[in-house]
């Protein structure tokens, strides 16, 4: 479907203005519609995502019909389309893993759940990129409606890694630091606020940019001790900075190769790395004295099994969602920075969100 088409057809099915609510359009076709962005074959998302017309089941007893509200575009994403990534669902496929989306309409046996609640994905691999669609009940979590929309589009991965790889490694107190690369990014923002708000100091890397003070002062405001381009990492300015700072008991690790290896080097005897992403898509290198003569440990973290391994544990999870809920109220956890893009425009959003150096998450908002 060519994006004129999908633009009318988005026209047509989403609810307000004097178009028919969606219920009523359902239940007058006897089945339902939705604008998807949907993928045939793996390859770059740009060119293989197109935005299509897809039928929706019917709703079931155990199933939920939504109306899809924002999702935001994450290197994961991109990643599953490319098929490059560690799950890569059956094709076609609906593209996005994240997003926030209301509830319209419940199945008869339906109870965890009810019409104008707002849910978000429980696991990765839903397909968030679309206006609408039928989800198993447990494939959903509610997240509370005063919730900021892009706060609750944005809370299911990268603020539940930030706070899991915070918690799970080392048993960090008020006043211990860490240190990450791509501290600007979506991760990134969300460790700085996580761990500011529980008295750590952060030690945040990023590489450099014209707008490099900008983005410093930016990190800062929302909660970041230290911010240093990657080359300072080489530099003798890290002596200065832990005259004031302790030695970090935790790295945390989105890019590989030298990056890595820069913040081993920095951390304290028998601190932990802890790799969860690989964007310079280099291998992470450990000197041999950091193993010998630091003891340093070398881990990795992936939220998506953490989620599949607390499954049984509904509790675990959802503690930790109203736990993080709990920061956005009280103002020390927000989305970061996000470009709001309209779902049909999504081919310049993918591409922006691929580009290096833009320090903001492209969101689809439909
Ligand atoms: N393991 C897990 O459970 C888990 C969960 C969430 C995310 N992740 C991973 O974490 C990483 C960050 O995700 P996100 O959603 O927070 O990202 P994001 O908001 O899209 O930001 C991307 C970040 O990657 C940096 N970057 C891109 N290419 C780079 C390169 N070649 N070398 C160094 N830095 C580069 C960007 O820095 P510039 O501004 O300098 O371009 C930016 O800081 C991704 O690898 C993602 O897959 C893993």
Same mark, same amino acid.
């Given at each position: ?16 203005? !004097? ?9 007058? @076709?006897?089945? $339902? ?6 993928? @045939? ?6 060119? =293989?995502?197109?935005?299509?017309s897809v039928q929706l089941p019917r709703l079931q007893e155990r199933s939920v019909l939504v109306k899809m509200l924002a999702a935001p575009i994450n290197p994961a994403d991109i990643n599953m389309v490319q098929g490059v990534y560690a799950i ?30 707002? =849910? ?6 839903l397909g968030t990129w679309r206006t609408a669609a039928v989800f198993g009940e447990d494939s959903l979590l509610p997240v509370p409606k005063d919730i900021p929309l892009l706060a609750a589009a944005t809370l299911g991965v990268n603020p539940c ?23 600007? *990014?979506? /991760?990134?923002?969300? /460790? ?52 004031? $700072? ?42 041999? *004295?950091?193993?010998?003569? !630091? ?63 833009t320090s903001t998450k492209q969101i689809l908002v439909m």
């Amino acid at each position: 479907m060519e994006i004129s088409n999908c633009t009318r057809l988005l026209r047509r099915l989403l609810c307000g203005g !004097k178009q028919a609510p969606w219920r009523t359009l359902c239940r007058r @076709r006897g089945d $339902c519609a939705a604008a998807a962005l949907l993928y @045939r074959k793996h390859g770059d998302p740009a060119r =293989v995502l197109r935005c299509e017309s897809v039928q929706l089941p019917r709703l079931q007893e155990r199933s939920v019909l939504v109306k899809m509200l924002a999702a935001p575009i994450n290197p994961a994403d991109i990643n599953m389309v490319q098929g490059v990534y560690a799950i890569l669902p059956d094709l076609p496929a609906v593209g996005g893993n994240e997003g926030v989306a209301q509830v319209l309409e419940v199945g008869s046996q339906v109870s965890s759940l009810k019409a104008g609640d707002r =849910v978000i994905p429980r696991d990765a691999g839903l397909g968030t990129w679309r206006t609408a669609a039928v989800f198993g009940e447990d494939s959903l979590l509610p997240v509370p409606k005063d919730i900021p929309l892009l706060a609750a589009a944005t809370l299911g991965v990268n603020p539940c890694t930030a706070a899991r790889m915070l918690s799970d490694f080392e048993d960090l107190k008020a006043g211990d630091s860490v240190i990450q690369n791509a501290a600007n *990014s979506g /991760v990134g923002q969300a /460790v700085i606020q996580i761990a500011a708000a529980r008295g750590i100091r952060t030690i945040n890397v990023v590489r450099d940019r014209p707008d490099f003070e900008q983005l410093s002062a930016r990190l800062r405001t929302i909660g970041a001790s230290h911010v240093v381009k990657e080359e300072t990492l080489r530099s003798p300015q890290m002596k200065d900075l832990f005259k004031t $700072c302790p030695r970090p008991r935790l790295a945390l690790n989105a890019v590989g190769g030298k990056s890595a290896t820069e913040l081993l080097r920095h951390l304290q005897n028998g601190g932990t790395l802890v790799t969860y992403g690989g964007m310079a898509k280099q291998p992470v290198t450990v000197p041999v *004295s950091a193993l010998i003569f !630091k003891d340093l440990k070398v881990r990795g973290f992936w939220v998506t099994q953490w989620k599949r391994d607390h499954a049984q544990n509904e509790g675990s999870v959802n503690e930790m969602l109203a736990q993080l809920c709990a920061l956005i109220r009280e103002g020390k956890l927000s989305a970061p920075a996000c470009t709001e893009v309209p779902l049909q425009d999504f081919r310049e959003a993918l591409e922006r969100s691929m580009q290096p150096y833009t320090s903001t998450k492209q969101i689809l908002v439909m």
